[in-house]
């Protein structure tokens, strides 16, 4: 008598295309909640300094605060809650995101409102390095960057909307009602989420030990590198954008909001279309993303100067750049892939670490007395660097797999 196992189901056949499409959509809310937290405050700067008697600098900490908590938490949160299943977790960390806002929302001094925004970065790293892995698990191998890009289209449309959204609130109702408004956002991705998501138990021999034992491998370090440089070159630009439409380009304040949406246009497409090319063949899309951040920065430079030339540009550089995103998260959890999860928050970091290299670079060559361009030749720098630690990164790979062979 002979028995036979029955086949596992693929993902696809697991969970029909609607049900994916409703899970990827509950964890596309989640990052856009997310997103705009970290976004927000650049619009209320003024506001929360008069409101709660503070300097404009000092209330731009909030901004670095957020970053430096999100960066450091995004491991260790992880980590925290490896055993956890998975939906679970992620249940757990938009708990602590509603908590945050809240506690920003109903903050009547600043270091109130610094501890709630500390609150609400607890979440961000850890959930944008489950919410990948989460929405590749629902589809088939050939579609998951597609599947990531499109969960992560959420933060690339609160990245845009963000400033705007929480400025429209501050003006009208008060800087408080953006965080409350957030809290809300954070509760309904909650609720979809927990009824959305499926259910699904860990994969076997992926614990704390198995998750940190992929940090052994060169590649995963190489990967991170990449991120942090290629993204970035990618934010050299965006961080002083602002400024040289106004001070460069000449374009009036009141065009600056008109110019973002343009970018977020750009950005959104640029995102969705690296996800496709991820998914045909990876290895090109790796660098003809990076490339094409490269050249589109090195073409802003010069475009920056002409009004027309400038709004063509700034829709390509949303787009290059954001083809990045889905590719780099792709080639980390592919590099991590039996235990991903930490080593996709670590991820996660790494894209903040690189902003804030490369605004530090920025504002340094900005105050040397360079130009506002400057900061673009030192994404372009970044960039090639990028390309450079990813051409290593597959060269030992090859080399690995000959000795293998």
């Known amino acids: 008598m002979s028995t036979q196992t029955t086949p596992a189901p693929t993902a696809e056949a697991a969970y029909p295309k609607r049900r994916r499409a409703l899970a990827i959509g509950a964890l596309a809310l989640g990052a856009f909640g997310i997103g705009l937290t970290e976004f927000v405050v650049v619009g209320l700067l003024g506001p929360i300094g008069d409101d709660l008697d503070v300097s404009i600098p000092t209330a731009g900490l909030l901004v670095t605060g957020y970053a430096a908590s999100m960066a450091i938490s995004a491991p260790l949160m992880t980590a925290a809650g490896i055993r956890l299943p998975r939906k679970t977790m992620l249940i757990v960390?938009?708990?602590?995101?509603?908590?945050?806002?809240?506690?920003?929302?109903?903050?009547?001094?600043?270091?109130?409102?610094?501890?709630?925004?500390?609150?609400?970065?607890?979440?961000?790293?850890?959930?944008?390095?489950?919410?990948?892995?989460?929405?590749?698990?629902?589809?088939?191998?050939?579609?998951r960057s597609r599947a990531i890009a499109l969960m992560m289209t959420g933060l690339t449309v609160s990245t845009v909307a963000g400033v705007p959204f929480g400025t429209a609130l501050g003006q009208r109702l008060g800087w408080q009602a953006a965080f409350w408004a957030i809290a809300a956002i954070g509760a309904a991705a909650?609720?979809?989420?927990?009824?959305?998501?499926?259910?699904?138990?860990?994969?076997?021999?992926?614990?704390?030990?198995?998750?940190?034992?992929?940090?052994?491998?060169?590649?995963?370090?190489?990967?991170?590198?990449?991120?942090?440089?290629?993204?970035?070159?990618?934010?050299?630009?965006?961080?002083?954008?602002?400024?040289?439409?106004t001070r460069v380009s000449g374009f009036e304040a009141s065009a600056v909001p008109w110019l973002l949406v343009l970018f977020g246009i750009g950005l959104t497409g640029g995102n969705l279309l690296g996800g496709r090319l991820a998914d045909r063949a990876f290895t090109p899309a790796l660098y003809g993303t990076v490339t094409a951040a490269i050249a589109a920065l090195t073409v802003f430079a010069f475009a920056v100067h002409h009004r027309l030339a400038a709004v063509v540009m700034v829709f390509v550089l949303g787009a290059a750049?954001?083809?990045?995103?889905?590719?780099?998260?792709?080639?980390?959890?592919?590099?991590?892939?039996?235990?991903?999860?930490?080593?996709?928050?670590?991820?996660?970091?790494?894209?903040?670490?690189?902003?804030?290299?490369?605004?530090?670079?920025?504002?340094?060559?900005?105050?040397?007395?360079?130009?506002?361009?400057?900061?673009?030749?030192?994404?372009?720098?970044?960039?090639?660097?990028?390309l450079a630690v990813a051409a290593a990164g597959s060269a030992a790979a090859r080399r690995s797999a000959n000795m293998d062979g």
């Open 93 to 143: 960390l938009m708990g602590l995101f509603i908590l945050g806002n809240g506690l920003s929302a109903a903050a009547q001094t600043y270091g109130v409102l610094m501890a709630g925004r500390i609150v609400a970065a607890l979440c961000h790293g850890a959930f944008m390095g489950i919410a990948p892995v989460m929405a590749a698990s629902l589809v088939a191998p050939e579609r």
């Open 190 to 245: 909650l609720l979809a989420i927990a009824l959305l998501v499926p259910s699904r138990p860990n994969e076997p021999g992926t614990g704390l030990r198995g998750e940190l034992a992929v940090f052994r491998r060169p590649q995963v370090w190489l990967t991170l590198a990449t991120t942090m440089l290629g993204w970035g070159a990618a934010y050299a630009a965006i961080t002083f954008l602002e400024p040289m439409l």
């Open 321 to 386: 750049c954001f083809a990045m995103v889905p590719v780099f998260q792709t080639r980390i959890m592919e590099q991590a892939k039996e235990a991903p999860l930490l080593a996709s928050s670590t991820n996660a970091s790494a894209f903040n670490v690189g902003i804030a290299l490369s605004a530090w670079l920025g504002g340094l060559a900005i105050d040397g007395g360079h130009g506002l361009v400057a900061p673009v030749w030192i994404g372009v720098a970044m960039g090639a660097a990028a």
